[in-house]
């Protein structure tokens, strides 16, 4: 059974940076889509950046392009999730989720599946 834990959310200043980690358990690295979303209480969940084993694109949401960086360390099965120049509207719950099969990271963002993790919360504020 996949498990997933967040880490490394806190408060920060506007301008400020941080990293955030997702540790993969029970991972079977074949086929599958991974990524990040945020959810703000009231507001639909939404994609930041996904990845899928069935295509080269690594798929970023609009407002995450030039500030979140995804990466990952597949032999410690953990990815991460920097964040630079964090805005006030950036305050959410943070969601790492991984699915098994097939499909593209486009999709994956939009259309998520799988396991969840448990969240970690990121507060932007001064």
């Known amino acids: 059974q996949v498990q997933l834990v967040e880490s490394g959310g806190g408060l920060v200043q506007p301008g400020g940076s941080l990293r955030l980690s997702c540790a993969a358990y029970?991972?079977?690295?074949?086929?599958?889509?991974i990524g990040w979303f945020r959810q703000v209480p009231g507001k639909e969940r939404e994609g930041i950046v996904c990845?899928?084993?069935?295509?080269?694109?690594?798929y970023y949401s609009d407002f995450a392009k030039g500030r979140f960086t995804f990466s990952m360390d597949k032999a410690e099965n953990t990815m991460y999730l920097h964040m630079n120049d964090l805005k006030p509207e950036d305050t959410a719950v943070y969601y790492c989720?991984?699915?098994?099969?097939?499909?593209?990271?486009?999709?994956?963002?939009?259309?998520?599946?799988?396991?969840w993790g448990q969240g970690t919360q990121v507060t932007v504020s001064s």
């Open positions: 989720a991984l699915g098994g099969g097939i499909t593209l990271a486009t999709t994956f963002c939009n259309r998520p599946f799988g396991s």
């Open positions: 029970g991972v079977s690295w074949n086929y599958y889509a």
């Open positions: 990845i899928s084993s069935n295509d080269d694109n690594t």
